[in-house]
C-alpha cells in the first residue's frame, strides 16, 4: 500500500517542504523545497510575529499547499512543525488560525525538546554518527538544538533560543561585525550555554555534526572553493575540514554585506546571520577543544519523517 506524506518545516528564516512517497518499507523523495519566509524578521526577541511577516508566511505556505494538491498529498498525511519563532510568540494562536482558513495546513507547534529529538532522527539517518559520542547543533533563526549522542541513543539534548535571528538583532549594531561587539556575544554565549558546557564535560564528544542553514552554506564554500562546483545533491553526510571553517570564517568576519556576498557559494538568505552564526560554532570548537565537524544534511523535516516511517 503506497501513500503520500507532505511534511513542513516552519522555521525561522526558512519554510521547507518534503514530499515523500512511502511504500512498504521504501521511501521516495518526490519534492522539496525550502523557501526565505523570515517570520523572525523584526518581531523575534518582541515575542512577535509581524503582519509582514504572516504575508510572507502566506505567500511560501500558498505556494506548498499548491504543491500538497499536485502531488496528490492528503490533508490526514500532512504535518506542519512550528518551532522558535512561532513557539514564542504572543500571537502565535492568531498566526496558526490565519494559516489554517489562508491554506488548508494545521500547523502543530512543537517545544524545543522534541524539536531536538526530531533533529538526531533526521541527522542520524543522513550521516554516520558512529558509536563514541558526538555533538550535534542544529543553528536554526530562532532556536539552537545541541544534542550529545551517537548512532543508537541520545545521552543529552537541549534547546536554547540563541538562534542566528535573535543574536544579529542583539549583537550586529554594524557590519563588518566590531570585535567589541564580538566579545560581547562571546560573554552573553558563556552565560547562555553553561548546561552545554557541563555536558560536554560529562560526556566528551570528539567531533561536531552541524545541520542546517549555516552548516549547509560552509559546505557550499568549500565545494566552490575546492571544486568550483556546488556540492552534490544526492551525499548527506559531508566532512569540513577545520582549516575550511577557519578559512570561510576570517572571510566572512573581514567582510561586509557585499564582500561576503560575493564569497562563491554564500546566498543571500544567508548573507548575515552567517556573521553570528560561524561565531557561535567558533565558540563552540574553541570552549570544547573539538578537533573534527561533520555536517549532515539531513534535519528536522527527516526527523519527522524517520518517526512517521517508524509508526
Known sequence: ????????????????????????????????????????????????????????????????????????????NTAAFGTSAIRNAAN???????????????????????????IYKGVRLGTRLGSTPSLIMDIGGGSVEFIIGNETQIFWKQSFEIGGQRLMEKFMK??????????????????????????VHQYAPEKLVGSSGTFDTLIDIDYQYKTNQWRPQDQTDFNLPLEEFYRSYRMILSGNHEERMAIPGMIALRV????????????????????????????????????????
Open 1 to 76: 500500500m503506497s501513500s503520500r506524506l507532505g511534511i513542513i518545516d516552519l522555521g525561522t528564516n526558512t519554510f521547507h517542504l518534503l514530499i515523500v512517497e512511502k511504500n512498504g518499507k521504501d521511501v521516495t523523495t518526490l519534492f522539496h523545497e525550502s523557501k526565505p519566509a523570515r517570520i523572525g524578521l523584526g518581531g523575534i526577541n518582541k515575542q512577535l510575529i509581524t503582519n509582514e511577516a504572516t504575508a510572507r508566511a502566506l505567500d511560501v505556505l500558498h505556494l506548498f499547499r499548491s504543491k500538497l494538491d499536485a502531488f496528490g498529498v492528503p490533508q490526514e
Open 92 to 118: 502565535k494562536a492568531e498566526f496558526c488560525e490565519t494559516v489554517l482558513q489562508e491554506t488548508n495546513i494545521p500547523i502543530t507547534i512543537i517545544d524545543g525538546n522534541q524539536e531536538a529529538e526530531y
Open 174 to 199: 554594524n557590519d563588518p561585525l566590531p570585535e567589541s561587539n564580538k566579545k560581547k556575544l562571546y560573554n552573553y554565549l558563556d552565560e547562555q550555554l553553561i548546561p552545554l558546557a557541563n555536558a
Open 272 to 311: 548575515d546571520m552567517i556573521v553570528v552564526a560561524v561565531c557561535l560554532i567558533d565558540y563552540v570548537l574553541r570552549s570544547h577543544h573539538i578537533k573534527q565537524i561533520q555536517v549532515s544534511n539531513y534535519a528536522l523535516k527527516e526527523g519527522v519523517l524517520a518517526t512517521l516511517i517508524e509508526q
